[in-house]
Nanobody, 124 residues
Framework: VQLQAYGGGLVQAGGSLRLSCAVS????????FGWYRQAPGKQREWVAV????????SYADSVKGRFTISRDNAKNTLYLQMNNLKPEDTAVYYC??????????????????WGQGTQVTVSS
């Protein structure tokens, strides 16, 4: 499975961005998708997770109510809609896929495949 994240950029606080993650390869083997982010000097942190069917989602408290994770299996694309962005949302955002289990998880080591990351910068 290959993942490629894109859609990042520079936005003012209060603005919006939509990240996309193109998925290719053995897509039928994927059970769970996740978004993570990593700010300079910090560890990579979990942002959101969604099941393959899209029926189950979960969000980190820091983004709940502002971010929405979704997927379009027909287009093999994962999305992260980010609204009301804050300077503390500045980070490199990564998409990830889990093939080895079905449970939604926040644990990085449970994900099998990762995209290369896309930079999001929010100015104050």
């Amino acid at each position: 499975v290959q993942l490629q994240a894109y859609g990042g950029g520079l936005v003012q606080a209060g603005g919006s961005l939509r990240l996309s993650c193109a998925v290719s390869g053995s897509t039928r083997s994927i059970n769970v998708f996740g978004w993570y982010r990593q700010a300079p000097g910090k560890q990579r942190e979990w942002v959101a997770v969604i099941s393959w069917s899209g029926s189950s989602t979960s969000y980190a408290d820091s983004v709940k109510g502002r971010f929405t994770i979704s997927r379009d299996n027909a287009k093999n694309t994962l999305y992260l809609q980010m609204n009301n962005l804050k300077p503390e949302d500045t980070a490199v955002y990564y998409c990830a896929a889990r093939r080895s289990g079905v449970a939604l998880t926040t644990e990085r080591e449970r994900y099998d495949d990762w995209g290369q990351g896309t930079q999001v910068t929010v100015s104050s």
